[in-house]
C-alpha cells in the first residue's frame, strides 16, 4: 500500500481531451463528483491518465511475470468474479488450489507418501506467505517453551541483512526481534557460519534467502542445515530452517535439481514461493508450503461455517479473487517440467548475454553469480565521474527501468545495477539494452561531474580549514548518499500527484 498525498491545491480537478465530447465539465480529483458519467468518458479520462505509466516490459526493476498467454488471460477474465474464499460455491478452484499445493510440495521434494496430501496454503503474495511461516514457528516455538516452564517473550529469527522487507515487517507487526548476518564488500548473501553463531534459544528459525534480491545469489542452505544439525545437537535445541524461495524456488527445480535447498534438508521446515515471478503469473499469488502437519500448529487454523460448510483456512487475508490460482495451475498443466526447464533455461542464456555485453564495455564489475536467479548486477569500474543513480535516470529517457541502489549493512558503500531476465525478454532486447548503455555513458563522459565537482570544492574548502581530506571511500559514500537524497526527492516529488 502506498500512503496518498494530496499534491497540488492549485489544480484539484481532471481534465479529459477526448472525453470532452461526452462530459465538458472537470472532474474532482480527490472527491467523489455528485453526478455520473458516460461510460464512454469514464473509460478515455483513466485510459489517458494510465499512457503515463512506465512499460510493464521494460520494467527490469521487477521480477513480477508481465506477460502470459492469451488462452491463460481468458481463463483469469472468466474467473475475475470468482472469491477464492467461498469454498462451498466454488469447489472447483479449491480442488485446483489443492493440486498446486501438492504440485509444488513434490517439486519441492517434501516427505510425502503415495495418497498423502501436501499441506500448503495459495497466498497473494511471498509477503502472506513469509507471515504465515513466520507465525507457525513463533507459536511452535511458544508451545515449546510453555511445557517446559521457560519464558517465551523474546522470539527472534536470524537472516542475512540482504532479506527482503516482509522479513521486516513480520518482525516488527508480531513482535519477533530480527538478528541479521551483516554483509561485506564481496560477499552479498548470509554467511551460515556467522548465522548459526547467533542462532540461541529464543530462534524460532533461521531464515535463508533462494535468490537474493540484490544479486540473485541462491544461500548456502546446505551448509546451513549442516552446521545447525551439530548446533542442535550440542545444545538439544531443535531450531528449524525456512527456506524463503520468492524468486528462486521454481528456478533451482529446473536448472540446479541436484542441489540440496528443500525438504530434502531435514531442518527445512517450511519453504514459500512467488507464484507471480517464476512461477510464470501476474501478480498476486505466492504459496508456502510446510514439511508436514505437525509442522503448522493446529490452534492457527481457523474454521467458518457461515459460506455454507465447514472449510479450514489460514490466511492473513480472506476475500480475494481466484484468478491467479486457476492461472497458476494453467501454467503448471500446460508448461510441465520441461516447459518450464525451458523457459528458465531461456531467461538464464539471456542473462549469460547481457552480462557479456556489460563486460565487453570495459566499464563494468559483475556483482550477480552465473548461478542463480537470471539476473544481472553490475557496478561502474570507475565513478570518480559519475555513478549509477545518474546512468539509471538517463535509462529511463530510452523507456528502460533500471533500478540503482545500495547495498545493506555493512556494505553501504556499494552501488550496484540491476537488471531481471524475465520470461518476456529476449535476447534482442538484452542486445539493445547493452547498446542503450553505451549510449548513456558516451553521454556521461560528455557532461561535467557535477557532484564530484561540488565535492572536489567542499574537500578544497576543507583543506584550507585544516579538516582532515576524506579517503576515497569516504568520499564515495558521500555521492551515494548525495544521489540517494537526490533520486528520492525526484520519488518524492512525482508522488505528489495522486
Known sequence: MVLSKIASQSDVSV???????????????????????PKEAAFQIINDELMLDGN?????????????????????????????????????TTELQNRCVNMIAHLFNAPLGDSEAAVGVGTVGSSEAIMLAGLAFKRKWQNKRKAEGKPYDKPNIVTGANVQVCWEKFARYFEVELKEVKLREGYYVMDPVQAVEMVDENTICVAAILGSTLNGEFEDVKLLNDLLVEKNKETGWDTPIHVDAASGGFIAPFLYPEL?????????????????????????????????????????????????ADQPTFTLNFSKGSSQVIAQYYQLIRLGYEGYRNVMENCHENAMVLKEGLEKTGSF??????????????????????????????????????????????????????????????????????????????????????VNAKLAMADEENGKNGTVKKTAIETQREITAYWKKYVSEKKTNKKQIC
Not at 525438504?263 to 508456502?288: C, D, M, Q
Open 365 to 450: 564489475n559483475i556483482v550477480s553469480k552465473d548461478d542463480g536467479v537470471p539476473l544481472v548486477a553490475f557496478s561502474l569500474k570507475d565513478n570518480k565521474r559519475h555513478d549509477e543513480f545518474e546512468i539509471s535516470e538517463m535509462l529511463r529517457r530510452y523507456g528502460w527501468i533500471v533500478p540503482a541502489y545500495t547495498m545493506p549493512a555493512d556494505a553501504q558503500h556499494i552501488t550496484v545495477l540491476r537488471v531481471v531476465i524475465r520470461e518476456d525478454f529476449s535476447r534482442t532486447l538484452a542486445e539493445r539494452l547493452v547498446l542503450d548503455i553505451q549510449k548513456v555513458l558516451h553521454e556521461l563522459d560528455t557532461l561535467p561531474a557535477k
Open 15 to 37: 481534465h479529459s481531451t477526448f472525453a470532452s465530447r461526452y462530459v465538458r465539465n472537470s472532474l474532482p480529483r480527490f472527491k467523489m463528483p455528485e453526478n455520473s458519467i
Open 56 to 92: 510493464p516490459r521494460l520494467n527490469l526493476a521487477s521480477f513480477v511475470t508481465t506477460w502470459m498467454e492469451p488462452e491463460c488471460d481468458k481463463l483469469m477474465m472468466d474467473s475475475i468474479n470468482k472469491n477464492y474464499v467461498d469454498m462451498d460455491e466454488y469447489p472447483v
Open 260 to 308: 540440496e535447498w528443500d525438504f530434502r534438508l531435514p531442518l527445512v521446515k517450511s519453504i514459500n514461493v512467488s507464484g507471480h515471478k517464476y512461477g510464470l503469473v501476474y501478480a498476486g499469488i505466492g504459496w508456502v508450503i510446510w514439511r508436514s502437519k505437525e509442522d503448522l500448529p493446529e490452534e492457527l487454523i481457523f474454521h467458518i461455517n457461515y459460506l455454507g
